[in-house]
């Protein structure tokens, strides 16, 4: 009993080591992102807004297929620690194929997309995506060399360029979607260069670690289930424009960015360097243990996560009317519930269950796994959004990544069983409806108030609720949880 209580020690001194290490690099971008939407949705119009959000999901969309499967596939194949000259230059020579295979699909989509705007939209798609490639390579490549701090600061350098040269476009060129985009790929350029020149510094002398037909091998299934993803990604925000146009995209991805920045924030905080950890138990210790990893993996997720949806469903309203303008507030005490909750699901579902395909260099079983959440999302989506627009939208989102969440579940249980904390679980779903229903009974004391304040004091009173409960409920973790953060800050 006690060595499977130190086990566990270590096992969550990883995973908070992970978060503490990336969270505040995330944290600064998606801070980033929202304060970029709370001054584009005030300063253009909501067409070019809706446009603009049209940009980043064909580019994530695409690049999906272009460059994130490769940074997968470095972490696996590459290992940790020194990468070889001879690794670098063979993935780099792929990364400049298949990215000009890239730019032909999303000039092909702009035109179904924004048939209306496709030239601007082509060219905002295909630097987006180009610029994109570029940064994520490099820092996957710091992050092999296990180089956190550079890492950290570089997401802090793109966040802070990406912001200001936005809206330095937004007031000096009045709110063109294009010149907002292009100003935001230049931060990111700017930043990716950077990256590119620090990882180069500390490569060594060698051979590749691994061949073109390997790095395919996992890299041809992961392109392919970015195909079939897009209408588990994507399919609700295209289609709510072609039933009714950006203006109702804008309203949707509004939400959709606001719900998503803190849930994904943590989430993705804890798997950055959780990945490699739980790859490097697999090649060590076999799955068994890296089951067990991903078991603890869930756990830590929920109790951070949980709450913060219960937050988002609890001030929902007042959020809404402290950040977007009055054009984006119809439905928000609706939309923000179904988007949280989707998010949560898509991040179990990628972070944990699929992590297992990874483990087993078996990417192709993704396919199968996001197959079903596709369908689903696209046959609600014809269903559900002409007669509810953005609800219907946010709830053909739900059932997709539900439906995902149980097939890929179900396929990773014949693999590697994740055994699920269910007690952990449940905790930590009774910490986030309390820290909510405080949140909610804190801002309902000020009806008449302003909204600024009414979320001010929610906030307060249900952060206040989440820490008193987990100081009780996990004394051991919240210690060390503090004795790190007193670390991290006297290194800053």
């Given at each position: 009993?006690?060595?499977?209580?130190?086990?566990?020690?270590?096992?969550?001194?990883?995973?908070?080591?992970?978060?503490?290490?990336?969270a505040?690099?995330?944290?600064?971008?998606?801070?980033?992102a929202?304060?970029?939407?709370?001054?584009a949705?005030r300063?253009?119009?909501?067409?070019?807004?809706?446009?603009?959000?049209?940009?980043?999901?064909?580019?994530?969309?695409?690049?999906?297929?272009?460059?994130?499967?490769?940074?997968?596939?470095?972490?696996?194949?590459?290992?940790?620690?020194?990468?070889?000259?001879?690794?670098?230059?063979?993935?780099?020579?792929?990364?400049?194929?298949?990215?000009?295979?890239?730019?032909?699909?999303s000039?092909?989509?702009?035109?179904?997309?924004?048939?209306?705007?496709?030239?601007?939209?082509?060219i905002?798609v295909?630097?987006?995506?180009?610029?994109?490639?570029?940064?994520?390579?490099?820092?996957?490549?710091?992050?092999?060399?296990?180089?956190?701090?550079?890492y950290?600061?570089?997401?802090?350098?793109?966040?802070?360029?990406?912001?200001?040269?936005?809206?330095?476009?937004?007031?000096?060129i009045?709110?063109?979607?294009?010149?907002?985009?292009?100003a935001?790929s230049?931060?990111v350029?700017?930043?990716?260069?950077?990256?590119?020149?620090?990882?180069?510094?500390?490569?060594?002398?060698?051979?590749?670690?691994?061949?073109?037909?390997?790095l395919f091998?996992?890299?041809i299934?992961?392109?392919?289930?970015?195909?079939?993803?897009?209408?588990?990604?994507?399919?609700?925000?295209?289609?709510?424009?072609?039933?009714y146009?950006?203006?109702?995209?804008?309203?949707?991805?509004?939400?959709?960015?606001?719900?998503?920045?803190?849930?994904?924030?943590?989430?993705?905080?804890?798997?950055?360097?959780?990945?490699?950890?739980?790859?490097?138990?697999?090649?060590?210790?076999?799955?068994?243990?890296?089951?067990r990893?991903?078991?603890?993996?869930?756990?830590?997720?929920a109790?951070?996560?949980?709450?913060?949806?219960?937050?988002?469903?609890?001030?929902?309203?007042?959020?809404?009317?402290v950040?977007?303008?009055?054009?984006?507030?119809r439905?928000?005490?609706?939309?923000?519930?179904?988007?949280?909750?989707?998010?949560?699901s898509?991040?179990?579902t990628?972070?944990?269950?699929?992590?297992?395909?990874?483990?087993?260099?078996?990417?192709?079983?993704?396919?199968?796994?996001?197959?079903?959440?596709?369908?689903?999302?696209?046959?609600?989506?014809?269903?559900?959004?002409?007669?509810?627009a953005?609800?219907?939208?946010?709830l053909?989102?739900?059932?997709?990544?539900?439906?995902?969440?149980?097939?890929?579940?179900?396929?990773s249980?014949r693999?590697?069983?994740?055994?699920?904390?269910?007690a952990?679980?449940?905790?930590?779903?009774?910490?986030?409806a309390?820290?909510?229903?405080?949140?909610?009974?804190?801002?309902?004391?000020f009806?008449g108030?302003?909204?600024?304040?009414?979320?001010?004091?929610?906030?307060?009173?249900?952060?206040?609720?989440?820490?008193?409960?987990?100081?009780?409920?996990?004394?051991?973790?919240?210690?060390?949880?503090?004795?790190?953060?007193?670390?991290?800050?006297?290194?800053?």
């Amino acid at each position: 009993m006690q060595l499977h209580a130190s086990g566990m020690m270590k096992v969550c001194d990883v995973l908070l080591r992970s978060t503490l290490f990336y969270a505040p690099a995330i944290l600064l971008t998606r801070l980033s992102a929202l304060l970029m939407l709370v001054i584009a949705t005030r300063l253009i119009d909501q067409t070019e807004y809706g446009l603009l959000t049209l940009v980043v999901t064909m580019g994530e969309l695409t690049d999906s297929a272009v460059s994130s499967w490769l940074r997968i596939a470095l972490l696996r194949l590459g290992g940790k620690g020194e990468i070889s000259t001879g690794s670098v230059k063979l993935a780099a020579r792929v990364l400049v194929v298949t990215t000009l295979l890239g730019l032909l699909v999303s000039a092909a989509g702009s035109a179904l997309v924004a048939p209306e705007r496709w030239a601007d939209f082509t060219i905002a798609v295909g630097t987006y995506l180009a610029v994109g490639s570029l940064s994520r390579f490099a820092l996957t490549l710091l992050q092999m060399q296990q180089r956190h701090s550079a890492y950290s600061l570089l997401e802090f350098l793109r966040a802070v360029l990406q912001l200001v040269l936005a809206v330095a476009a937004i007031v000096l060129i009045h709110g063109s979607f294009l010149w907002v985009s292009l100003a935001s790929s230049l931060g990111v350029l700017i930043a990716g260069g950077i990256a590119l020149g620090l990882a180069r510094r500390h490569v060594v002398a060698g051979p590749s670690r691994f061949t073109h037909r390997e790095l395919f091998a996992l890299g041809i299934p992961l392109v392919a289930a970015a195909i079939v993803s897009f209408g588990l990604n994507s399919a609700e925000r295209v289609l709510l424009k072609l039933y009714y146009d950006a203006g109702a995209v804008a309203v949707f991805a509004a939400v959709y960015a606001l719900a998503r920045q803190p849930i994904d924030t943590i989430a993705n905080a804890i798997n950055m360097g959780a990945f490699p950890e739980m790859v490097s138990r697999f090649d060590t210790e076999g799955p068994e243990a890296a089951g067990r990893f991903l078991g603890h993996q869930m756990a830590l997720m929920a109790r951070l996560t949980f709450p913060i949806v219960a937050l988002l469903i609890a001030l929902s309203t007042e959020i809404g009317g402290v950040l977007l303008p009055a054009d984006y507030h119809r439905d928000l005490g609706t939309l923000f519930p179904i988007i949280a909750l989707s998010v949560l699901s898509a991040n179990v579902t990628t972070f944990v269950f699929q992590n297992v395909f990874h483990a087993h260099k078996k990417p192709w079983l993704l396919m199968a796994a996001l197959v079903p959440g596709s369908v689903v999302t696209i046959g609600l989506s014809l269903l559900l959004i002409p007669a509810w627009a953005e609800t219907g939208a946010a709830l053909s989102l739900l059932g997709g990544t539900l439906a995902g969440l149980i097939a890929s579940a179900s396929i990773s249980h014949r693999l590697t069983p994740v055994p699920v904390p269910w007690a952990d679980l449940a905790v930590s779903l009774g910490v986030a409806a309390a820290t909510g229903l405080a949140a909610w009974t804190a801002s309902a004391l000020f009806g008449g108030a302003w909204p600024l304040f009414k979320l001010a004091v929610g906030g307060v009173a249900g952060t206040l609720v989440f820490f008193g409960l987990q100081s009780l409920l996990h004394p051991a973790e919240t210690r060390a949880l503090a004795g790190k953060v007193r670390a991290r800050l006297g290194m800053v």
